[in-house]
């Protein structure tokens, strides 16, 4: 990877700024763009002098992909939503990043989707993830797609929103929903690793998809209990059942959107036969073996609170 030019599209975020670091670390220049590349201007010091450009690009607007992709000797499509339109963003952006990477000459593209890709999902989520793969592999046939499911590490959204949950329940009482839902959750460093050996070998992986998960395969109900212990708590965690939850979700202002309720009916595990971390050369890393670190600040005492429970 030394020298060659690699632009990441929403490379400030979760996974892209992880993905940056090991880009530097191994010698390429990084183009990071961002709508507001001053939210990411803490990735300069991560590189060398000159290492590192912020550019301003929205997928939405193709007219400033092709400005900001000139050059690019790779290109990595982090963009990705919750909420809100998902086929503007996930098919028609992702299309746009694609059809920006061929113009420029690139000669690689990754494209990080999601494990519930699928066009038959209950969610549109899950559809609209799907149709930007195809719409990607048309655009750019070469295109190695990454479709991880939950990431986590010590900025996510995810185990850091439950913990602080647990850490927050009122009298201890923690609502589960869909607390049968398996879930394969994948170390951030991990995905980082996995993008950054994609890129070196498009001749490789160019084309190929991959699907990304731990060692840990935890229901719902089980990755909050784990949680729970990490972080030294015992809640009491009632499951909902789905009439309830499908109410919460249907109302305004809960936690959880009817599309996101519809996600947690399928699985978000690696299928049986699916190519993936080890495949990229990557050892996966259990949860046990990293999380505890940043948990900690959910302890009731914090740090202090090891040396108590110890005594």
């Not at 763009?33 to 997928?59: H, N, Y």
């Not at 993936?276 to 940043?294: K, R």
Request: charged content about 20%.
């Amino acid at each position: 990877m030394k020298d060659r030019l690699v632009t990441l599209i929403g490379g400030g975020g979760f996974l892209g700024r992880y993905v940056a670091q090991e880009l530097l670390a191994a010698g390429a220049r990084v183009r990071v763009v961002e709508r507001k590349p001053r939210d990411a201007w803490f990735l300069k010091t991560q590189g060398g002098l000159g290492q590192t450009q912020l550019v301003v690009g929205d997928i939405t607007r193709p007219e400033t992909l092709a400005r900001a992709l000139q050059g690019s000797d790779a290109v990595v499509n982090f963009v990705g939503i919750l909420s809100g339109d998902f086929e503007k963003v996930h098919v028609d952006g992702a299309r746009n990043v694609a059809e920006a990477a061929s113009a420029a000459g690139a000669g690689a593209l990754v494209h990080i989707s999601a494990l519930g890709a699928d066009a038959a999902s209950p969610s549109a989520y899950g559809r609209s993830k799907a149709a930007g793969e195809q719409a990607v592999l048309a655009a750019f046939p070469g295109a190695t797609i990454l479709r991880p499911s939950i990431v986590f590490g010590r900025e996510d959204a995810f185990v850091n929103r439950f913990a602080g949950m647990i850490a927050g329940a009122p009298r201890g009482i923690v609502p589960v929903v869909r607390g049968e839902t398996r879930f394969q959750p994948v170390f951030v460093a991990d995905v980082a690793q996995a993008v950054t050996a994609a890129l070196a070998d498009p001749a490789a992986h160019g084309g190929k998809t991959y699907a990304l998960g731990g060692p840990d395969v935890l229901s719902m109900t089980g990755l909050l209990r784990w949680i729970a212990g990490a972080i030294g708590r015992k809640p009491c965690l009632i499951e909902l059942p789905d009439s309830v939850s499908g109410l919460i979700a249907a109302l305004p202002g809960t936690p959880i959107t009817r599309d996101q309720f519809a996600m947690l009916q399928a699985d978000n595990v690696v299928p049986a036969g699916a190519e993936g971390l080890t495949a990229l050369g990557v050892t996966p890393t259990p949860m046990a073996a990293v999380a505890p670190s940043w948990l900690v600040r959910f302890r009731q005492a914090g740090r202090f609170s090891r040396f108590r429970t110890a005594a």
